[in-house]
């Protein structure tokens, strides 16, 4: 019961009120009904039913189409509303004009009041009145004279170039617009049953890792616990929450611009250990570069319980997703011949763009070129690699902070000695 065709709608209209005026014993002749806007009526005795707006229908914007998925949209009808303005028109340029106009707008609406709703069967003197193309998908429209205020009709007319001219307002409604057609099918349900989680849906409260750096001057390193979690490659993180026990466990891992979170795969050592799970940041994220940035961490838990008729169930549920940070990994040597070398990264990609900044103490660097850097420049070699001179001015023996930023997540606290 859905049409992609809106001008069978108004050849509907248009065949409704044809049919009637000419029936009427008070018909002129000739007779011209049409679709054409007021200001396009050309031709003596004629009738213009103009589509000149719609809108959806806001009682079926939330429906549930039996047969439809809800998603996505494409797949369900749109409901309109669509608005006519029925005008007629006479050649005729002394007062029977006018009069004639007035009788051909009173047949028009007695046609439209006297057939409020256009299905199937209405019929009129052996002629189908809904359009052929709309018969047979149980279409229904049904026309309703609106009620516009005095002042609106006259500023309908007075915004454009014509004449005012008596007009009547109509609303067609519902017309369904036809939705695509869906690609797959749900399968039918063959047995039911109430499927509990014993121990609860698994949810994530939160994650943490340790960062671990040495301050010049100081022998023992200090350990710090980072939450959320900002761990380079190689770091173990652990996100913690509840319901995380008692089956399989999977970490599910969503990136920057990514559509759907990916497992993360074995090489990053899943486990658990009551609400917490541990996982080290591995060189892939399923067979993507990890590279730094903002992450999420979701667990997907699957348990296997026998049920009361002694079958294996096997449930799968995933939790909710947690905010984490791989930060770049970065280790620093040098100088030589001025220049400092920092291994670890990733500081570059060639399938995805990466935005690397360095700093030293509170001065941002400048890139520069590979191998021909000037005081106060870095430059990324590769994307384990990068090189930076220290800014003109340092002063010899102080120990300077250096800060490497890599698409917005920074490494863990390192530095130099100036010479």
Same mark, same amino acid.
């Given at each position: 019961?859905?049409?992609?065709?809106?001008?069978?709608?108004?050849?509907?209209?248009?065949?409704?009120?044809?049919?009637?005026?000419?029936?009427?014993?008070?018909?002129? @002749?000739?007779?011209?009904?049409?679709?054409?806007?007021?200001?396009?009526?050309?031709?003596?005795?004629?009738?213009?039913?103009?589509?000149? &707006?719609?809108?959806?229908?806001?009682?079926?914007?939330?429906?549930?189409?039996? %047969?439809?998925?809800?998603?996505?949209?494409?797949?369900?009808?749109?409901?309109?509303?669509?608005?006519?303005?029925?005008?007629?028109?006479?050649?005729?340029?002394?007062?029977?004009?006018?009069?004639?106009?007035?009788?051909?707008?009173?047949?028009? +609406?007695?046609?439209?009041?006297?057939?409020?709703?256009?299905?199937?069967?209405?019929?009129?003197?052996?002629?189908?009145?809904?359009?052929?193309?709309?018969?047979?998908?149980?279409?229904?429209?049904?026309?309703?004279?609106?009620?516009?205020?005095?002042?609106?009709?006259?500023?309908?007319?007075?915004?454009?170039?014509?004449?005012?001219?008596?007009?009547?307002?109509?609303?067609?409604? +519902?017309?369904?617009?036809?939705?695509?057609?869906?690609?797959?099918?749900? %399968?039918?349900?063959?047995?039911?049953?109430?499927?509990?989680?014993?121990?609860?849906?698994?949810?994530?409260?939160?994650?943490?890792?340790?960062?671990?750096?040495?301050?010049?001057?100081?022998?023992?390193?200090?350990?710090?616990?980072?939450?959320?979690?900002?761990?380079?490659?190689?770091?173990?993180?652990?996100?913690?929450?509840?319901?995380?026990?008692?089956?399989?466990?999977?970490?599910?891992?969503?990136?920057?611009?990514?559509?759907?979170?990916? @497992?993360?795969?074995?090489?990053?050592?899943?486990?658990?250990?009551?609400?917490?799970?541990?996982?080290?940041?591995?060189?892939?994220?399923?067979?993507?570069?990890?590279?730094? %940035?903002?992450?999420?961490?979701?667990?997907?838990?699957?348990?296997?319980?026998?049920?009361?008729?002694?079958?294996? &169930?096997?449930?799968?549920?995933?939790?909710?997703?947690?905010?984490?940070?791989?930060?770049?990994?970065?280790?620093?040597?040098?100088? +030589?011949?001025?220049?400092?070398?920092?291994?670890?990264?990733?500081?570059?990609?060639?399938?995805?763009?990466?935005?690397?900044?360095?700093?030293?103490?509170?001065?941002?660097?400048?890139?520069?070129?590979?191998?021909?850097?000037?005081?106060?420049?870095?430059?990324?070699?590769?994307?384990?690699?990068?090189?930076?001179?220290?800014?003109?001015?340092?002063?010899?023996?102080? &120990?300077?902070? +250096?800060?490497?930023?890599?698409?917005?997540?920074?490494?863990?606290?390192?530095?130099?000695?100036?010479?």
């Amino acid at each position: 019961m859905a049409l992609l065709d809106l001008s069978r709608v108004t050849r509907t209209l248009v065949t409704l009120v044809r049919e009637t005026i000419t029936a009427s014993p008070a018909s002129p @002749a000739p007779l011209v009904v049409t679709s054409l806007p007021p200001d396009k009526l050309t031709e003596d005795n004629s009738v213009g039913i103009y589509l000149y &707006h719609l809108s959806e229908e806001a009682a079926v914007k939330n429906q549930p189409w039996r %047969g439809r998925p809800d998603t996505p949209i494409r797949f369900s009808p749109l409901g309109l509303n669509l608005h006519y303005v029925v005008t007629a028109f006479s050649t005729a340029l002394d007062e029977h004009g006018p009069y004639r106009e007035q009788q051909l707008m009173g047949l028009a +609406v007695k046609a439209l009041h006297d057939y409020p709703v256009i299905d199937d069967a209405t019929e009129l003197f052996g002629v189908k009145i809904l359009d052929p193309l709309l018969i047979g998908d149980e279409n229904k429209l049904r026309v309703s004279l609106r009620h516009v205020p005095v002042s609106e009709a006259v500023s309908y007319w007075t915004a454009g170039s014509h004449a005012l001219r008596l007009s009547a307002y109509y609303e067609v409604s +519902v017309v369904l617009l036809e939705p695509e057609e869906p690609t797959a099918a749900r %399968g039918r349900v063959l047995s039911w049953g109430v499927e509990t989680f014993i121990g609860g849906l698994p949810r994530l409260t939160g994650s943490r890792n340790t960062v671990r750096f040495t301050i010049p001057g100081e022998a023992t390193a200090r350990a710090i616990e980072v939450q959320p979690a900002q761990a380079a490659i190689g770091d173990e993180v652990v996100v913690f929450g509840t319901g995380l026990g008692g089956g399989t466990l999977e970490v599910l891992v969503r990136g920057p611009g990514w559509s759907d979170a990916v @497992a993360v795969g074995p090489a990053w050592g899943v486990s658990g250990a009551g609400d917490r799970v541990f996982f080290t940041v591995a060189e892939l994220i399923d067979a993507v570069a990890t590279l730094p %940035g903002a992450y999420t961490a979701a667990v997907r838990l699957t348990r296997t319980t026998t049920g009361s008729d002694g079958r294996a &169930h096997t449930t799968t549920v995933s939790s909710n997703e947690t905010p984490f940070q791989i930060a770049p990994a970065v280790a620093i040597t040098g100088p +030589v011949a001025g220049v400092y070398t920092v291994t670890g990264g990733r500081f570059s990609d060639p399938t995805t763009p990466v935005v690397t900044r360095v700093s030293v103490a509170a001065l941002v660097l400048t890139a520069g070129t590979p191998g021909a850097l000037n005081p106060g420049e870095f430059a990324v070699g590769s994307a384990r690699e990068l090189t930076f001179v220290l800014p003109a001015g340092a002063p010899p023996g102080a &120990h300077l902070p +250096v800060r490497v930023i890599v698409n917005g997540s920074e490494s863990a606290p390192a530095w130099v000695q100036v010479p």
